[in-house]
C-alpha cells in the first residue's frame, strides 16, 4: 500500500502568516486530496485532484505537486484555520491516509 | 442534498460483533458507492472498507476476515459487520460517499467502544 508522510505533525502560525504543509507519498500518485477537521467534527473534504478547492473553501487556501510530492498552502492565515489536515490518495487500493498535520494559532 | 447518517451500539465488549448501519438520502446507493472510514480517539483515518454501486465490496487487507459490508437499496442502507473485537477497534466509525477517488460527502461519526 502507498504510505502517506505528512510533515510537521504539529505546526504554530501566526495570523496573517503562511503555513505549507507537505505530504510525501512512497509511491508516485495521480492525485492527492486533502480534509480539514477539526475536534469533534467529521472530516471536511478541503482540496480535491490536487488543487482543486472544495465548495466554500477561501481562496487563501491553494495545492500542488505531483508524482510523489504535495502540498497544502496557507496564504494569510486567520484563526478559524486551527485544524488538522490529512492528505489522502486512492491511486492505488487500497486509499490511504497521511497521519495528519495539526495547524495552531500563535 | 446528500446525507448519510451512522447508528449503532456505542460500547461492545471484546470478542463480540459490532453491527452498524449508516442511513442515506440525497442519492442512490445503485449509483454511488459508500465506504467506511474510522478513526481511533486523537489518531489518524483509517479506510475500513466499500461498497460499490454494483454491491462488489472492498476491504482493508487486515480487517476482510473479520468484516462484512452489504446494503439495503431499498431503504437507502449500508451496514457494516466486524466480528471478534478488540480493544484497537476503539474508534469513531464514518460512513462516506465518493466521487471519483476522494471522499466527498461524510456523516458525523458514531463512537465504538470496545471495554468489558
Known amino acids: 500500500e502507498i504510505v502517506l508522510t505528512q510533515s510537521p505533525t504539529t505546526i504554530t502560525a501566526s495570523p496573517g502568516g503562511k503555513v505549507t504543509i507537505t505530504c510525501r507519498a512512497s509511491?508516485?500518485?495521480?492525485?492527492m486530496y486533502w480534509y480539514q477537521q477539526k475536534p469533534g467534527a467529521s472530516p471536511k473534504p478541503w482540496i480535491y485532484?490536487?488543487?482543486k478547492l472544495a465548495s466554500g473553501v477561501p481562496s487563501r487556501f491553494s495545492g500542488s505537486g505531483s508524482g510523489a510530492s504535495y502540498s497544502l498552502t496557507i496564504n494569510t492565515m486567520e484563526t478559524v484555520d486551527a485544524a488538522t489536515y490529512f492528505c489522502?490518495?486512492?491511486?492505488?487500493?487500497?486509499?490511504?491516509f497521511g497521519s495528519g498535520t495539526k495547524l495552531e494559532i500563535k | 442534498q446528500v446525507q448519510l447518517k451512522e447508528s449503532g451500539p456505542g460500547l461492545v465488549q471484546p470478542s463480540q460483533t459490532l453491527s452498524l448501519t449508516c442511513t442515506v438520502s440525497?442519492?442512490?446507493?445503485?449509483?454511488?458507492?459508500v465506504h467506511w472510514v474510522r478513526q481511533p480517539p486523537g489518531e489518524g483515518l483509517e479506510w475500513v472498507g466499500t461498497?460499490?454501486?454494483?454491491?462488489?465490496?472492498d476491504y482493508n487487507s487486515v480487517l476482510t476476515s473479520r468484516l462484512t459490508i452489504s446494503r439495503d437499496t431499498s431503504k437507502s442502507q449500508v451496514f457494516l459487520e466486524m466480528s471478534s473485537l478488540q480493544t484497537e477497534d476503539t474508534a469513531i466509525y464514518f460512513c462516506?460517499?465518493?466521487?471519483?477517488?476522494?471522499?466527498?460527502?461524510w456523516g458525523q461519526g458514531t463512537l465504538v467502544t470496545v471495554s468489558s
Open positions: 462516506t460517499r465518493s466521487f471519483r477517488n476522494w471522499f466527498a460527502y
Open positions: 440525497g442519492f442512490s446507493l445503485t449509483t454511488n458507492s
Open positions: 461498497i460499490w454501486s454494483g454491491g462488489n465490496t
Open positions: 509511491s508516485s500518485v495521480s492525485y
Open positions: 485532484d490536487t488543487s
Open positions: 489522502q490518495q486512492w491511486s492505488s487500493t487500497p486509499p490511504t
